[in-house]
């Protein structure tokens, strides 16, 4: 493990420049993510790539719990925070771990964020985040359009055992925005880029910039939208992401990501005080080398999801439904999100067809899967097949009645993840077989 007690640094397999292999020793950081080139793709692949401990063209596994050192010294000094992994001294997984690091710092260059560090689920990025910035009794503002989890997170369970109280607010109002921020006591404005699940898109660089002359951190939850918009390119502080959605892609892990500054991430990793630390949200090194090995597809993958995607809200549009996309010209911020977004991605994945009513929306959804095959009735979303739910009684279900329409979550909207697998012709035929089958089921569908 190491060249001596005093200076133990691993040697580690490297690509130089040249193509030939070279040896390097240490991470100049472990958390450090590569230089923002302008486009996530690009900017992922000029990551550092981690070869495998024989040479194998993909990283190793470091499936251990704990590390062990050649002196007795050496675990005080990495207790005291004077010896990490920046160069290469681990202590324990939960701390932190070579593959689980490794992914971290891809996820940091495609969000063009100093660092990152990866949990076992974006709920528990979410929550580390907030507890690590605000503390006891601090103060939140928030957007009133947000998943239902992280609305109930800050609504009921934050106040109730933290004391973190969060005011929720129009985040297209600045006015609004300005007035809810408490100088001296708000901490975080949250937002999410693209809004689960309406789709509403956020003015992040003016947000940002009204919340940094009030010093308040902005966090922005971008799980909608990975390599199609940059937060942090657009003034964001903190991004977080259910690497679960479309990051992972397969609907077969859960996992999270918190990318930001250095010194947060750090300050999370600390072994007196870091969020992360003691409360343990530990991503599974074997989850984070699978994620690994999928994020250099990802932007191939967001852009077959956002064709679809567009493709199919054009022609419901034309049919006369009632969708909600970004890439329409009718949605509301359609010319910010073409400001914003990262050139040659489109408009995200996701798309909404608001039915009228619930029992509309069942309707739809029953022919889409059970009589058409055009996707599934799932939750979640970025799986290659097409996933479909009632927002109002699903993911949005912990909202109130009251709460769902100010967030604008109305009782028919169904939200889709649209997936890639078969061709789009033949997917959109099987939409087309499933509207004519309701024409059987009265009333007929809401228009425009």
């Not at 996530?40 to 790539?49: D, E, I, K, V």
């Not at 070579?98 to 964020?113: F, K, M, S, W, Y």
């Not at 990152?116 to 929550?127: D, E, K, N, P, R």
């Not at 799932?378 to 109002?392: D, H, K, N, Q």
Request: charged share 20%; proline share 4%.
């Amino acid at each position: 493990m190491a060249d001596s007690a005093e200076v133990a640094v691993a040697k580690k397999r490297a690509s130089s420049g040249d193509g030939e292999e070279v040896f390097v020793s240490a991470k100049k950081s472990a958390m450090a993510g590569a230089r923002w080139s302008g486009d996530p793709a690009q900017s992922l692949a000029s990551a550092r790539h981690e070869f495998g401990e024989h040479g194998g063209v993909n990283m190793s596994i470091e499936a251990s719990a704990t590390f062990t050192v050649m002196e007795p010294d050496t675990m005080r000094r990495m207790f005291s925070g004077e010896l990490g992994p920046d160069r290469d001294f681990f202590i324990y997984s939960r701390h932190f771990n070579p593959t689980v690091l490794n992914l971290a710092r891809q996820i940091a260059a495609i969000e063009g964020t100093e660092a990152a560090y990866c949990t076992a689920s974006g709920m528990s990025a979410i929550a580390s985040v907030v507890l690590q910035i605000c503390g006891t009794g601090g103060h939140v503002v928030a957007s009133r359009r947000l998943y239902g989890g992280t609305y109930a997170l800050m609504s009921r369970f934050l106040p109730a055992k933290c004391g973190i109280e969060t005011t929720f607010v129009d985040i297209d109002d600045p006015t609004a925005v300005a007035a809810a921020i408490r100088e001296g006591e708000t901490k975080i404005l949250y937002l999410e880029s693209v809004a689960n699940p309406t789709l509403a898109v956020a003015d992040i660089p003016r947000l940002s910039a009204l919340a940094h002359d009030k010093g308040v951190t902005v966090v922005v939850d971008n799980t909608f939208s990975p390599m199609v918009i940059s937060p942090a390119r657009l003034g964001a502080d903190v991004v977080v992401h259910s690497v679960s959605k479309f990051i992972s892609g397969g609907a077969d892990v859960i996992a999270g990501a918190i990318c930001g500054p250095a010194s947060l991430v750090s300050g999370m990793m600390d072994l007196q005080s870091g969020a992360l630390m003691l409360l343990g949200p530990t991503m599974n090194a074997k989850v984070a080398f699978e994620i690994a090995e999928r994020l250099p597809h990802l932007g191939l993958r967001m852009k077959e999801h956002c064709r679809r995607a567009g493709a199919y809200a054009e022609r419901m549009e034309r049919l006369g439904l009632k969708v909600v996309y970004p890439g329409l010209r009718a949605h509301p911020q359609h010319e910010l999100f073409k400001e914003m977004a990262n050139p040659g991605y489109g408009f995200g994945g996701m798309l909404c067809v608001d039915m009228g009513s619930e029992e509309r929306a069942n309707r739809m959804m029953h022919h889409l899967q059970n009589s058409a095959q055009f996707g599934l009735m799932a939750v979640s979303l970025g799986y290659y097949e097409t996933l479909m739910s009632c927002s109002g009684s699903s993911t949005s279900s912990e909202l109130s009645v009251e709460e769902k329409a100010l967030a604008g979550v109305s009782p028919g909207l169904v939200r889709m993840s649209i997936g890639y697998s078969g061709t789009l012709e033949q997917r959109w035929a099987q939409f087309e077989k499933a509207l004519s089958l309701m024409q059987d089921d009265p009333p007929s569908f809401p228009t425009n």
